[in-house]
């Protein structure tokens, strides 16, 4: 896996430990992007992985939801001394978008488009944008179908 692939996945994992901390400590996406300086839309992109978080804006995250601020690199820190894991609901969804992200490098990577590479699956270009960006997940078949397509292996293509 290449280094920028390595970011995007990491990326989506801050955002989702951000958006868990977030929930635990009982605080609102509004209320910490104020104290961030930034938009309500700029954090959300941040807990979706859209966005990279700075190494500051963690540090606020983790005081004002009472993490340690190795929660977000460190799988064994916890905050108020009880082990935090990932929703088990967020697992799926996480999946999903680091498996839309690295279609999308190697749809980028092949030179291709988005309608090229709906139309080689026979489905909508609105479908495969779905899958792109993780909101529906995408059939063994399509993928294999995909890879062979945008000159990878399947493999490459799954989280």
């Given at each position: 896996?290449?280094?920028?692939?390595?970011?995007?996945?990491?990326?989506?994992?801050?955002?989702?430990?951000?958006?868990?901390?977030?929930?635990v400590?009982?605080?609102?996406?509004?209320?910490?992007?104020?104290?961030?300086?930034?938009?309500?839309?700029?954090?959300?992109?941040?807990?979706?992985?859209?966005?990279?978080?700075?190494?500051?804006?963690?540090?606020t995250?983790?005081?004002?939801?009472?993490?340690?601020?190795?929660?977000?690199?460190?799988?064994?820190?916890?905050?108020?001394?009880?082990?935090?894991?990932?929703?088990?609901?967020?697992?799926?969804?996480?999946?999903?978008?680091i498996?839309?992200?690295?279609?999308?490098?190697?749809?980028?990577?092949?030179?291709?488009?988005?309608?090229?590479c709906?139309?080689?699956?026979?489905?909508?270009?609105?479908?495969?944008?779905?899958?792109?960006?993780?909101?529906?997940?995408?059939?063994?078949?399509?993928?294999?179908?995909?890879?062979?397509?945008?000159?990878?292996?399947?493999?490459?293509?799954?989280?």
């Open positions: 896996m290449s280094e920028p692939d390595k970011q995007v996945i990491r990326q989506k994992i801050v955002g989702t430990l951000v958006r868990h901390a977030r929930q400590a009982g605080r609102s996406q509004r209320e910490l992007a104020a104290s961030l300086h930034v938009s309500t839309y700029r954090f959300r992109q941040f807990e979706y992985g859209e966005r990279d978080m700075q190494l500051p804006q963690l540090e995250v983790s005081e004002l939801c009472g993490v340690p601020l190795g929660y977000f690199f460190d799988e064994s820190a916890s905050p108020a001394n009880q082990e935090i894991e990932i929703l088990q609901t967020d697992k799926p969804r996480l999946q999903r978008k498996v839309g992200a690295l279609i999308r490098q190697a749809r980028l990577d092949a030179n291709q488009t988005q309608k090229a709906a139309e080689k699956l026979g489905i909508s270009s609105r479908r495969f944008a779905q899958y792109e960006y993780g909101q529906a997940e995408i059939p063994p078949a399509e993928l294999e179908m995909l890879a062979a397509f945008l000159g990878v292996e399947p493999g490459d293509l799954q989280a």
